[in-house]
């Protein structure tokens, strides 16, 4: 992904002996300063130097790490200011060097906001609030081994392993590379997480997206004029969430029928069939200006012992760098979700949903940033209601370091019975150590 190629606060370049295990002695390690705020994601450990890359010097543009120490994962390569969580492990080597070795890095990070949001009758329109609490851990006990996970609520944890110099497996409750999602998605035009709900509305997809199972990245070319990896995964997948139709006969008062769920995925809760589902992501990305992304995702929905149900999701993002401060973003994904014809209006129905996302950075030392977006969601094409958006906002924000104020606003333009909040205002801080 594009967004890693911000410029940061400082780069240098050391040559690397025999001693570093796996890499080879004629490699060049790349060493970046970054606050930790610009570090998120990255890995700062103390705040004043995030990480060693060991990697081609054009490593620190946002190329792509071919080695053992990345962790391979095509949503992970990019960077971006901390609007939403750090993503997960692997932009380069999240870890910190001591005087006995490797130690594991620890990360906090939480949000503060006073926001205004008429998001419930029974709550307050303008209020102090968090979203975000995340206490996060990556360990590279060798070159070629590392754990990366979240500590307080399990989000994600998953071990990830380089076989080869160019063939990863990662396996645990791991990431899922769809789109460019880092690590919320955004179709609709916001970031697209169950804070946002109101009434009845159903989630787009999980907040965030990772799943037990076992992945594998292939990286096809990692040079400064074209960049690609290829991911496979096998997982749980999502269950089913009988009486959840929106369409009216089919929730538990009619039919009852089966319905699945995209809140979460099977995590700790236990798997609801046999069936696993599969999924495949292709990203490039090309003289550090464009990048390309396909995604792909089949699953099995119903319960055990009834008959199968499924459904398949395909996406495409995009990824332009005019200039060395200017960034834009673009993506669509479409889905199509099978259904009980003796239950249901139809035998399936179709969601979707797409997002466009402006950024620019200027100001001394480019740590003013301003975000413009915009996107629209359907979750089910048979009923018009609460869940379907169509969103502008922006988001102005600046670097101080260790914290980030930022002030953000978006509007839904979309208008149905039910829904009650169309505008959302919120002055935040992050603070990242």
Not at 12 to 21: D, I, K, N, Q, W
Not at 36 to 44: D, L, T, Y
Not at 185 to 200: H, K, L, M, Y
Request: overall charge neutral; aromatic content about 12%.
């Amino acid at each position: 992904s594009l967004a890693g190629s911000w410029p940061v606060a400082g780069v240098s370049s050391v040559s690397l002996g025999s001693s570093v295990s796996g890499i080879g002695s004629s490699l060049t390690a790349t060493l970046v300063w970054l606050s930790p705020v610009e570090a998120v994601g990255i890995g700062s450990f103390s705040g004043s130097v995030s990480s060693w890359a060991a990697c081609p010097p054009v490593s620190a543009l946002g190329t792509g790490c071919m080695t053992q120490l990345a962790v391979a994962n095509s949503r992970t390569a990019r960077k971006q200011e901390p609007i939403t969580p750090p993503a997960p492990p692997g932009k380069d080597l999240m870890l910190k060097r001591g005087n006995g070795g490797i130690l594991p890095n620890f990360k906090f990070y939480y949000d503060f906001m006073l926001k205004s949001w008429k998001g419930s009758s029974s709550e307050s329109d303008f209020t102090f609030d968090s979203y975000h609490q995340r206490l996060m851990v990556e360990f590279t006990p060798t070159p070629d081994l590392m754990f990366g996970g979240e500590i307080l609520d399990k989000k994600y944890f998953e071990t990830d392993y380089m076989l080869t110099s160019r063939l990863q497996v990662r396996w645990g409750r791991i990431w899922i590379p769809f789109d460019d999602m880092s690590p919320h998605n955004t179709f609709g035009g916001r970031i697209n997480t169950s804070e946002f709900r109101q009434g009845n509305e159903t989630a787009f997809l999980p907040d965030i997206w990772a799943d037990l199972g076992i992945g594998f990245k292939l990286t096809l070319a990692d040079s400064s004029a074209v960049s690609s990896e290829l991911h496979f995964y096998v997982v749980n997948g999502f269950q089913e969430a009988r009486g959840r139709s929106p369409v009216q006969g089919e929730d538990s008062t009619g039919t009852n029928a089966a319905y699945p769920s995209f809140d979460g995925t099977s995590g700790g809760a236990g798997d609801n069939n046999n069936d696993k589902a599969i999924g495949a992501r292709w990203h490039g990305l090309f003289g550090r200006r464009f990048g390309l992304g396909a995604s792909v995702y089949r699953d099995v929905y119903t319960n055990k012992g009834e008959e199968s149900r499924g459904l398949l999701i395909l996406g495409t993002d995009l990824q332009l760098r005019p200039t060395n401060t200017t960034e834009i973003r673009l993506g669509y994904t479409t889905m199509r979700v099978s259904l009980d014809p003796t239950a249901s209006s139809k035998d399936s129905y179709m969601r979707g949903g797409t997002y466009a996302e402006l950024g620019q950075k200027f100001g001394t030392d480019n740590r003013w940033k301003f975000l413009l977006r915009a996107g629209s969601s359907q979750n089910d094409n048979r009923v018009v209601d609460v869940s379907d958006k169509t969103i502008v906002g922006f988001t102005l924000l600046k670097n101080f370091g260790s914290v980030e104020p930022q002030l953000t606003y978006f509007r839904d333009l979309h208008q149905v019975p039910g829904k009650i909040a169309y505008n959302y205002g919120e002055f935040r801080i992050v603070t990242v150590f």
